[in-house]
Structure formats: structure tokens, C-alpha cells
């Protein structure tokens, strides 16, 4: 009897032991730095993250950008969805914004001018008259330091990179650091910190456009939206903000319900007009954890947007028109992509009024966004 107990005790102890390895072999979570090329002097890195899940999202430092997020649909097929390019030399040399850091001023600065205690800085004009995205050497097109990479809990990457005083126009030497988590239960962590040695601006985002059908299938006009935005802020035809903040209510930039991306988008309404389709801040209520959901029916993709920052910037890929060949050969078209940029209103230097970004000596600005994967 004592022999037979004993051996069904080290059956089950060993089928425990069996299955607890397996378990830890096929969902190990791991980092994998692998040297692509080389740029500006410096080397790049592909990071490839893989979460407890089995899931895998893809970064390089060039840009410190995410050029991939490989999720599963409802039926567990997984499939990338988000924008990028296969080989290094692809990626150089491609759209400049696809996945990555945007800095030092994300989105629009009216003629590339704006005034501090009285000296008037002069950014270069790389969007008709206005600056664009901290100009044409801003920290996109960066190589940026690639530090401490944490293999044990949740995938975890840093990138670093120091900002010299007046690169592109602006004050101060900076130190940026941007550190992405790819967590368990499939979140990339943004968490963003920067300094300044002189009084600055700054709007640090992320630009990845998604595409929850998988990047390169078709177009993004039947992803269902929410922004949890009461008001957004509307723009000229140059796409500077106007400086006052209109509601939603009644128009087609109201998603605080949820509506798809296309059914109001070639509305005979100005602003949709003047943004070529939905190229807006909204003024996120910050009322609840997740200001911004969209959903994808067809896969059943969900993504959810959680920030700490005042707007969201809604772009529908207006300007993209197939030339850039992506991911598995396949071409960026018409509104094939959506972003949800997180951060300041555009032109905030020139807008008293509106939350100031304006960053101090002494002071480090942090902050933090969740691009959170899930099916329905
Ligand atoms: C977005 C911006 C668009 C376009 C795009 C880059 O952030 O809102 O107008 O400039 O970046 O192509």
C-alpha cells in the first residue's frame, strides 16, 4: 500500500515538474539584441521582446522606435500590427515617423517660431510654414543610446539620448530617457523622462500608426473609436491650432461613443475638411483609467489607450498614399493606418492659454503611455 501511494505521489510530482517546465520553456519572457547596421557612427539594434504570453513586439533605437507588435486575433492568429520595414536599409531611408520617439515638440509650432523670457527661437520650417515634429533632425531620426535591457520580469528596453543645446532651434542640452515595457498581459509601457540644464518646451510622444486587421490589410475605416474628449481643438488649414477648444457634441469628432472611424469622416463639416479627414488634439476628460479604445471587429482586436497627458492626437493617415512598402512587402495606402499620439496640444509655446509645456532647469518631466492589446 505505502509502495503504491509513494509511486502515485512521484507521478504526480513528476507530471507537476514536466508541466511546470514546459510551461516556463514556451512562455519564458526574453529580450534579443541583434546588431543591424550601423548609423550616424552608431550601431542599431533590433530588440525583440517576448512576453510570458508568447507575444512579440519589436524595437531599434534608431528613432527609439517599435516596429512591431505581433498579437493574436479572436481565433489566436497572430499578425503585426503596426508599421514598419524589414530590412535597415528600408527603415533609414523610409517614412521618418512610423513607431517612433517624436521630440522635442510632437506636432506643430506655427512658422517655427515661439518666445522665452523675451528671446524669440527660430525652428526650422519642414511643414509649409510651420514646424513639424521638432524639425527634420528631431529624435526620430536620432540613434539613441541603447541601456539597460531586463530580461527577468517583463521585457524591458531603455534608450537614452542627450539633446545638445539649440539642435533644431531649441534651448537647453537635455536628457531623454524613454523606457518601454512589453508586460504579460500585452501592454507596451511608455514611460518618458527628460531634464534640461535651460528653460525649454517640450512635447515627447509616440507615433506608431496601428492597423488592427494587421499592418498592410486594407484600411482602417471600420475600426470603431472612443475618445473619452468632451472637446478637441480645431485647426487652420495649415493645421495650427486656432487657440480655442470647441465641444464634440453634435459633430463628427464626437467619439465619446463608440463610432467607426469612416462614418463621419467625409462629413461637410470644416474641420474634418481642413484636416483631410481626422487630423485633431482631443482634450482628454481624464476622468477614467482608459481614455481611448478601438476596436476592430472583424479580428476582435481591442486596444486600449491609457496616458497621463492632456490630448490625444487622432491622425487617420491622410498623407499616406502606398508609396512606402512595408512589413512583407506590403505598401502603406489611404488611410491604412491610424495613430493615437499621446501628449500637449500642437503649438503650445504660442498659447498661454493652453497647458503650458514649458520645462524648467531643476525639474524632470515624466510621464507615462499604455497601448494595452486584448480581443473581444
Ligand atoms: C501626425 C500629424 C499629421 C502628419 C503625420 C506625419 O502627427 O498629425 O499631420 O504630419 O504626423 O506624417
Redesign the pocket.
Known amino acids: 500500500m505505502r509502495r503504491i501511494l509513494l509511486f502515485s505521489l512521484t507521478m504526480v510530482a513528476a507530471v507537476f515538474f514536466l508541466c511546470g517546465c514546459n510551461q516556463t520553456a514556451k512562455n519564458k519572457a526574453t529580450v534579443n539584441k541583434e546588431l543591424i547596421g550601423t548609423h550616424k557612427g552608431k550601431d542599431v539594434f533590433l530588440l525583440t521582446l517576448t512576453n510570458k504570453a508568447g507575444n512579440v513586439i519589436k524595437l531599434t533605437n534608431f528613432g527609439a522606435r517599435i516596429t512591431w507588435i505581433e498579437v493574436p486575433d479572436r481565433e489566436g492568429k497572430k499578425d503585426n500590427i503596426t508599421f514598419g520595414f524589414d530590412t535597415f536599409e528600408s527603415m533609414i531611408s523610409g517614412d521618418p515617423?512610423y513607431g517612433s520617439v517624436v521630440g522635442r515638440y510632437a506636432?506643430r509650432i506655427a512658422k517655427g517660431k515661439f518666445t522665452l523670457d523675451g528671446i524669440e527661437y527660430s525652428l526650422a520650417l519642414n511643414?509649409g510654414p510651420n514646424s513639424?515634429?521638432g524639425g527634420p533632425g528631431g529624435w526620430h531620426s536620432a540613434v539613441w543610446e541603447t541601456g539597460d535591457i531586463k530580461k527577468t520580469k517583463e521585457p524591458t528596453v531603455v534608450f537614452t539620448l542627450k539633446s545638445p543645446d539649440l539642435e533644431e532651434g531649441y534651448p537647453g542640452n537635455m536628457d531623454i530617457k524613454v523606457i518601454y515595457t512589453w508586460t504579460d498581459n500585452n501592454e507596451i509601457k511608455i514611460n518618458y523622462s527628460c531634464t534640461t540644464d535651460k528653460k525649454t518646451v517640450l512635447n515627447i510622444t509616440n507615433?506608431a500608426y496601428f492597423n488592427l486587421h494587421g499592418a498592410g490589410n486594407g484600411d482602417i475605416l471600420d475600426h470603431q473609436l472612443v475618445i473619452k474628449a468632451a472637446s478637441f481643438i480645431p485647426v487652420d488649414s495649415t493645421?495650427i491650432p486656432t487657440g480655442d477648444l470647441r465641444p464634440v457634441a453634435g459633430t463628427p469628432m464626437d467619439f465619446t461613443t463608440p463610432h467607426t472611424v469612416g462614418e463621419r469622416i467625409g462629413e461637410n463639416y470644416e474641420q474634418v475638411i481642413l484636416g483631410k479627414g481626422y487630423?485633431h488634439t482631443f482634450v482628454l476628460d481624464n476622468k477614467e483609467e482608459v481614455d481611448a479604445t478601438v476596436y476592430e471587429p472583424v479580428s476582435g482586436r481591442l486596444m486600449e489607450v491609457i496616458t497621463d497627458q492632456p490630448g490625444i492626437?487622432f491622425?487617420t493617415g491622410n498623407?499616406l498614399n502606398g508609396t512606402m512598402i512595408g512589413h512583407g512587402g506590403k505598401p502603406y495606402s489611404y488611410r491604412s493606418g491610424l495613430?493615437l499620439?499621446t501628449g500637449h496640444f500642437p503649438d503650445s509655446p504660442n498659447h498661454p492659454d493652453f497647458p503650458t509645456t514649458v520645462l524648467n532647469p531643476g525639474e524632470t518631466f515624466t510621464s507615462q503611455t499604455i497601448y494595452r492589446f486584448s480581443v473581444k
Request: proline residues 0%.
Open positions: 515617423y506636432n511643414n513639424l515634429h507615433h493645421l487630423d492626437q491622425y498623407f495613430c499620439e
